[in-house]
């Protein structure tokens, strides 16, 4: 791969369920390190969007390049694609009859054949890194919300994954929980972590953000970087939009 070409590069893509139309020639490019957060109401296509770049859901029309690979290019192995994609979504998804540790180690164990010794230690410092690193022999039903949450982005983070894609990681939280996620998610931007957030939080869209995408009725409506996005966006939509959650 070329080092100057995006990372994620979307041309053109369409989506629709039956005859409703959830993408509606979306095109959107991602640089190595990059922070892309996505906005808009609710049924705007962001989970779709999301989805669409690790295919768990397929486009009509349109590519998808991840990484330099075609998604849907058939010569192309998906599962090694996925491997560089990590993804968190709303609800934490943990498996709850295994440890929080044993929920990091399974996929290196599973699906990179890491030594188990050495998935161990790398789930140690990555629950380290998370801030929870004392829970890694309890189950996930025995934390809050925001620490299995956080749990679900070590767990993402054992594949060593180039992007993480985040679906409203904080929308099912408690709000004395949101900051302790958001701040795991900054520390990430900040050592240069390419993302891909969906969230209603404005702080972090301003904080994080290179680059603010503004969705409405499955099309980018808007985007731009936040300074611009929030102080002087261009469309009436957008200016509505920010009216009602400002
Ligand atoms: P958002 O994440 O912005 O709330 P989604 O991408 O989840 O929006 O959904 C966009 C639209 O597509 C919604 O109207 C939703 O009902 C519809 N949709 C999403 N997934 C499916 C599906 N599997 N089958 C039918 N309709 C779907
Ligand atoms: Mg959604």
Redesign the pocket.
């Known amino acids: 791969m070329n080092a100057a070409e995006p990372i994620i590069q979307i041309k053109n893509i369409n989506k629709t369920?039956?005859t409703?139309k959830?993408l509606d020639d979306v095109s959107l490019d991602v640089s190595v390190g990059e922070r892309v957060v996505v906005l808009?109401?609710?049924?705007?296509?962001?989970?779709?969007?999301l989805?669409a770049i690790n295919r768990l859901?397929t486009i009509d029309s349109g590519t998808i390049i991840v990484d330099g690979r075609n998604l849907y290019d058939p010569s192309q192995d998906i599962n090694r694609i996925r491997m560089e994609l990590g993804m968190v979504f709303q609800s934490f998804n943990l498996f709850r009859h295994m440890t929080v540790l044993e929920n990091l180690t399974l996929a290196p164990i599973k699906l990179k054949k890491m030594p188990k010794s050495q998935a161990e230690e790398l789930g140690l410092k990555l629950l380290d890194k998370v801030g929870i690193r004392e829970k890694a022999d309890w189950y996930p039903v025995q934390l809050s919300g925001g620490q299995q949450q956080r749990v679900a982005i070590a767990r993402a983070l054992a594949m060593e994954p180039k992007i993480m894609l985040f679906?409203?990681p904080t929308s099912a939280l408690d709000p004395e929980m949101i900051g302790e996620v958001l701040d795991v998610m900054i520390n990430l931007a900040r050592e240069g972590m390419t993302m891909v957030v969906?969230t209603h939080e404005m702080g972090f869209a301003r904080e994080v953000a290179d680059k603010v995408v503004f969705?409405d009725e499955?099309k980018i409506v808007e985007m731009a970087p936040p300074d611009r996005f929030f102080e002087n966006p261009e469309h009436k939509r957008t200016r509505k939009f920010l009216e009602q959650i400002l």
Do not use: Y
């Open positions: 369920f039956g409703f959830a808009g109401p609710s049924g705007s296509g962001k989970s779709t969007l989805r859901e679906d409203e969906v969705m499955g």
